[in-house]
């Protein structure tokens, strides 16, 4: 849905926090074949597993990596057409910072997709995924580093133009799908 709503023929589009590239690999497919796709992620071994993938796919050409922090994004600005986060602002140690960094890398007139995880909006629900989740990051490898997180005051403190808001998923765990617009005379942040 992400891909789907932010990526144009022809884009350049950094996926940050790219993982193994399932979402700059949807990019790269949408984005061709005159786009590029820029996978960055914080973690080497993650990068490696990355190419792998998109040489299985045949889209080394169309997609580069580097290594980087979203807090710190290591681009000028205004450089990206289009700048996606799917499940990577979550483990974050600063999310709003990251999300501030993507739309500073994004051209005016570009566009910002993003999903994290949210949180349930019963108090029922609210309780029992916390119950649920502190017994999980005992167990390191079960948590994954995803916890429940709010941007939206960090993009409404830009002239953002907001193109989606939507909370998904099922009830103990939902997920926020955003996707907005950065203004072609943006504010500073």
Request: charge should be negative.
């Amino acid at each position: 849905m992400v891909v789907e709503q932010t990526v144009r023929p022809g884009d350049l589009v950094l996926d940050a926090g790219a993982g193994t590239a399932s979402t700059g690999i949807l990019a790269a497919r949408k984005a061709a074949p005159s786009g590029s796709v820029t996978c960055l992620d914080l973690c080497d071994e993650m990068i490696a597993v990355a190419r792998e993938k998109v040489a299985r796919e045949a889209l080394a050409t169309a997609i580069n990596f580097t290594t980087g922090d979203m807090c710190h994004l290591p681009f000028a600005d205004n450089h990206f057409d289009v700048a996606l986060s799917t499940y990577s602002l979550c483990p974050l140690y600063d999310p709003a910072r990251g999300v501030l960094e993507l739309y500073r890398v994004v051209k005016p007139g570009g566009r910002i997709g993003l999903a994290y995880s949210d949180t349930p909006e019963q108090p029922f629900m609210q309780w029992l995924t916390n119950k649920i989740e502190r017994m999980a990051w005992l167990i390191p490898s079960l948590s994954m580093g995803c916890r429940a997180i709010d941007v939206l005051p960090a993009i409404q403190h830009t002239d953002a133009r907001m193109i989606m808001n939507r909370k998904i998923g099922i009830p103990l765990w939902p997920f926020r799908v955003i996707i907005f617009e950065k203004s072609d005379h943006p504010l500073a942040v």
